[in-house]
């Protein structure tokens, strides 16, 4: 039956004439009709692909809504990344207030040193946050001398605490900072306006506390009795931040153990302020 054969004539109504015919089977017919609804799905789906017609599709976004979807993308990809990037940092900073040695994984931020390039040297205990700015920068030298540096020449720094000082700034002994000793119970004071970014206990220093003020210059207290202000405090100069102590299992009495950096380079404190 599919191959019987059929014509399809127009006739002229008026004359009655025929004006075209075509020979026909049924499977004739199947094949154009699925041809021209092929072509009709093609230019259809062209017409949508390449045409500011889609945009007439009900549920189809507009030029303006992609635009903002492709942004707003963007922007979450970008925050992703400032996450890690933070989380790894806070990881590392946790690591090395507890006196480890932050893991390449740990570390994950492009100004990590590699591990190829880097000279490792062994440190004290009261080199800690020095270990941080060696794994932070790639460009560390320790202050050779006590010339002061030109950008925090003017800068007047507070007094942490008057006393006696029983331990000066000695780079080639790996001792970056000043150790005083004052009355009982001293209050420690703030040498800059600044902000807390540690204030805890480790086992080697006891009650510590980091503060960054302007300029990179960061000022460290460490074997503290008591600390007065917790992370992300804002300081001004002479708060007093913590009552002078003896903790810590590298303690040689009640004393300060003070240290200043500047651009990751460690100063000695007696350069810039009285005690």
Request: aromatic letters at 10%; proline letters at 4%; a neutral charge.
């Amino acid at each position: 039956m599919l191959k019987d054969h059929y014509r399809l004539i127009i006739y002229n109504d008026s004359t009655i004439q025929t004006v075209w015919s075509i020979k026909l089977t049924p499977i004739k017919v199947l094949t154009l009709g699925s041809l021209g609804a092929i072509l009709l799905i093609l230019l259809t789906t062209v017409i949508i692909a390449y045409t500011p017609l889609r945009e007439n599709i009900p549920g189809y976004p507009s030029a303006r809504v992609r635009q903002q979807i492709l942004w707003n993308y963007m922007l979450v990809d970008s925050l992703e990344n400032e996450i890690k990037t933070r989380d790894n940092y806070f990881l590392k900073i946790k690591t090395l207030f507890q006196g480890e040695t932050p893991s390449e994984e740990s570390a994950g931020t492009e100004t990590t040193l590699k591990m190829a390039e880097a000279k490792f040297k062994s440190y004290n205990a009261d080199s800690i946050f020095k270990d941080k700015l060696l794994e932070e920068k790639s460009n560390l030298s320790l202050q050779q001398n006590t010339k002061r540096l030109p950008s925090i020449a003017n800068i007047h720094f507070f007094t942490p605490l008057h006393g006696l000082i029983t331990n000066k700034f000695n780079p080639k002994t790996d001792h970056l900072a000043v150790d005083i000793v004052g009355k009982q119970n001293a209050r420690i004071s703030n040498v800059l306006d600044g902000t807390v970014i540690f204030a805890g206990w480790t086992m080697d220093t006891g009650y510590s506390i980091f503060i960054q003020h302007e300029n990179n210059i960061i000022s460290v207290y460490k074997h503290n009795a008591e600390l007065l202000k917790t992370l992300g405090d804002k300081v001004k100069s002479g708060d007093v931040i913590a009552i002078m102590g003896n903790s810590g299992e590298l303690t040689t009495g009640p004393h300060l153990h003070f240290e200043l950096w500047h651009n990751g380079t460690a100063l000695d404190p007696e350069t810039y302020i009285d005690f």
